[in-house]
């Protein structure tokens, strides 16, 4: 039972243009969510995070939502530049709950052409 | 600073033999997760240790195990390979435990890629 999603394995945009990266959770008891990017022969480096007493969390070009009525999140990255060429996780926590250990997504595999 | 180390960071098994994979955290750093990244699922958790402790430990079998020593290096082992082990093993160290802290607390290593035959 996967409490973590990413539908979209895959994610193919231009460069300069908005990359949208989607992550659904399942758990309620998750309060805390964070993105990893991961390049091929490299470990998954940490990128953003966002509180659930937050909608909103921006840094530069990367920007997280937190829609918690919809157990949804989503990465949006403006402009996106070749260099965001990677695969992205989403993972998930609670910071006082029972599911404190992370929790990943499957991943997605953004692919940015210049 | 040296980040997170993974030795080997290839290697190729067959089907019933056992391996170890050794982790060498981030100086200062107590806790050792262990991550089996499998294409389409992600990152599955498989166990934390912190002071020589296993703190938390996922959903594998048995024949996943690992240790950590008095400096912090961990290993981890699997026994009886199965063509399904093969994968991505990282590991992920932190100055904590991983379930008490918050955010982007994990550093992890690149990795060791395991092929089964």
């Known amino acids: 039972d996967q409490q973590v999603k990413q539908n979209s394995p895959s994610l193919s945009v231009q460069e300069g243009r908005i990359s949208i990266l989607n992550c659904d959770y399942t758990?309620?008891?998750?309060?805390?969510f964070l993105w990893y990017k991961k390049y091929p022969a490299e470990g998954p480096t940490f990128l953003i995070s966002i509180s659930s007493i937050k909608d909103k969390n921006e840094d530069g070009r990367f920007t997280v939502f937190l829609n918690k009525s919809a157990k949804h999140l989503s990465l949006h990255i403006v402009p996106s530049q070749p260099g965001d060429s990677a695969e992205y996780f989403c993972a998930a926590r609670s910071i006082s709950g029972s599911a404190r250990q992370l929790t990943f997504g499957s991943g997605t595999q953004l692919t940015v052409l210049p | 600073k040296a980040g997170v180390t993974q030795t080997p960071r290839y290697l190729i098994k067959t089907r019933g033999q056992q391996v170890t994979l050794s982790c060498s955290p981030i100086s200062g750093h107590r806790s050792v997760s262990w991550y089996q990244q499998t294409p389409g699922q992600g990152l599955q958790f498989l166990f934390e240790?912190?002071?020589?402790?296993?703190?938390n430990k996922g959903n594998f079998p048995g024949r996943f195990s690992g240790r950590q020593f008095s400096n912090s290096r961990s290993e981890m082992n699997v026994s009886t390979l199965e063509l399904g082990d093969s994968a991505l093993y990282l590991c992920?160290?932190?100055?904590?435990?991983?379930?008490?802290?918050?955010?982007?607390?994990?550093?992890f290593g690149a990795g060791s890629r395991l092929t089964v035959l």
């Open positions: 240790y912190f002071s020589e402790t296993q703190r």
């Open positions: 992920a160290s932190s100055l904590v435990p991983a379930d008490r802290a918050g955010a982007n607390v994990l550093t």
């Open positions: 758990n309620s008891m998750f309060d805390y």
